[in-house]
């Protein structure tokens, strides 16, 4: 097994950015909304599936989600792969962990196996995941106790953090510090400097991962720690673990890289305007797009460059301008009951 790759998917959140559509029970990684190469429905997660067997077919992939999430997740990938179900939502590091254990306890796994943990719903290029495979060859070669994998920056961005290199040029490198979403000017002066975009993509050693489980406790078995599971620190893997490593390493990445988390992002790749019984005026809604899931009819005329949503859970109309504070505001939907 010294080639194979285990990959672990991280399929936790529920969309809320991306409501009505995306809910609890049908989170924005199982929406069918996308198109593969011969034109047929897929959701990001048979996306990021196809895209791994194409790119990397030597990795085992485990899948890190919520117990409601499984069946969803059943339906659309099969038996592909492992599952492993967190007890409750607790962020990527406990995540992270209790697959690194599963992988221990279950598999059987030794402590030199390489481990790459990324997020399953970003929308990237096929070659995306040949340097998700450049990141296992560099922990191998020992890079660093953790290698992250680095978007080049197309805009000085403030949504997103930054990983911070010592050297601007070459494959991999160290990585001297982070920067969390920092204003335009700053961002522009970390690019400047070689800086990329993080993005979560998270390899190391089987053993150095289960190392770090051994800070917060003792756990004789994945079941154990599924008992466990609120002893471990509710944070990311960023903050929790790769801010306080001693070795750190990156490797570059210059391709498409997009988070389809908010309602202006997922538009811009899906390829109809209008799904569902809907009448769209084209001429007058320019870059408009309706998703309507509702027996009854809807009409839209007028209106430029909003996203509307009709569903059993609610209706949206909202510019994609606005889109991404769309969390906040279903926040408050049961106060306006």
């Known amino acids: ?199 979560c993509v998270f390899g190391m050693r089987l053993g150095y991962a289960l190392g770090v489980l051994a800070r917060y406790g003792e756990f004789s078995s994945y079941a154990d720690l599924r008992d466990r599971y609120a002893e471990l620190p509710k944070n990311s893997f960023d903050y929790e673990v790769v801010e306080g490593a001693d070795s750190v390493a990156v490797v570059p990445y210059a391709g498409e890289w997009k988070d389809l988390g908010t309602w202006n992002t997922l538009t811009e790749e899906m390829t109809d305007a209008a799904s569902g019984w809907t009448v769209l005026d084209e001429a007058t809604c320019p870059d408009t797009h309706v998703i309507n899931e509702l027996d009854l009819p809807v009409v839209i005329a007028g209106i430029p460059d909003v996203v509307v949503v009709a569903t059993t859970d609610g209706v949206l109309v909202c510019s994609k301008e606005q889109s991404p504070r769309l969390k906040e505001l279903v926040a408050r939907i049961d106060d306006a009951r």
């Open 1 to 199: 097994m010294e080639n194979t790759i285990h990959i672990v998917l991280l399929s936790g959140g529920s969309g809320t950015r991306l409501w009505p559509l995306s809910s609890d029970e049908r989170s924005k990684q199982f929406l069918k909304v996308l198109r593969d190469a011969e034109g047929r429905h897929v959701s990001m997660v048979q996306r990021a599936f196809g895209q791994i067997a194409r790119m990397v077919p030597e990795a085992d992939v485990t899948v890190a989600t919520c117990a409601d999430q499984e069946r969803m997740l059943r339906l659309q990938v099969g038996a592909s792969c492992d599952v492993v179900t967190e007890p409750e939502r607790r962020n990527t590091a406990p995540a992270i962990l209790l697959a690194c254990e599963y992988l221990r306890s279950e598999r059987g796994l030794a402590d030199d196996e390489v481990v790459v943990a990324m997020p399953i719903d970003s929308y990237v290029e096929d070659s995306y995941f040949a340097k998700v495979a450049d990141v296992a060859r560099a922990v191998r070669d020992g890079a660093g106790d953790i290698v992250l994998l680095g978007v080049e920056p197309t805009y000085p961005s403030e949504k997103y953090g930054y990983i911070v290199p010592e050297a601007p040029e070459g494959s991999p490198r160290k990585v001297s510090r982070f920067t969390e979403k920092p204003d335009a000017a700053t961002a522009a002066e970390l690019i400047a400097r070689g800086a990329l975009w993080n993005n």
